[in-house]
Nanobody
Framework: VQLQASGGGSVQAGDSLRLSCVPSGAVVIPFAMGWFRQAPGKEREFVAAINWSGNTTHYVDSVKGRFTVSRDKARNTVYLQMNSLRPEDTATYYC??????????????????WGQGTLVTVSS
């Protein structure tokens, strides 16, 4: 399954963006989904995760209260709503997925499907 992330852009600190992640083809099995980001010169970092049903989510501490991960199963889309953006949120954001009906995963090693990334730039 190929995942396609979109919605990145250049914004000012305090602004909001919503990222979307959709599979390129039909997905007929349950997928747990996650968002990761990588800033220039830094390692990839977990941001948020959501399980198949949407009733379990995880966030890295630095985005708690500002970012919200959600999914619309009818549209087969996962979202990352990012509010109160900060310059330190600047990174390329990647969505990831893996077949699982119950859990949400916070480690990149747990995912076997990745999107191409969408760039988010936050200026002060």
């Amino acid at each position: 399954v190929q995942l396609q992330a979109s919605g990145g852009g250049s914004v000012q600190a305090g602004d909001s963006l919503r990222l979307s992640c959709v599979p390129s083809g039909a997905v007929v099995i349950p997928f747990a989904m996650g968002w990761f980001r990588q800033a220039p010169g830094k390692e990839r970092e977990f941001v948020a995760a959501i399980n198949w049903s949407g009733n379990t989510t995880h966030y890295v501490d630095s985005v708690k209260g500002r970012f919200t991960v959600s999914r619309d199963k009818a549209r087969n889309t996962v979202y990352l709503q990012m509010n109160s953006l900060r310059p330190e949120d600047t990174a390329t954001y990647y969505c990831a997925g893996r077949p699982n009906i119950l859990l949400a995963f916070t480690s990149a090693d747990d995912y076997n499907h990745w999107g191409q990334g969408t760039l988010v730039t936050v200026s002060s």
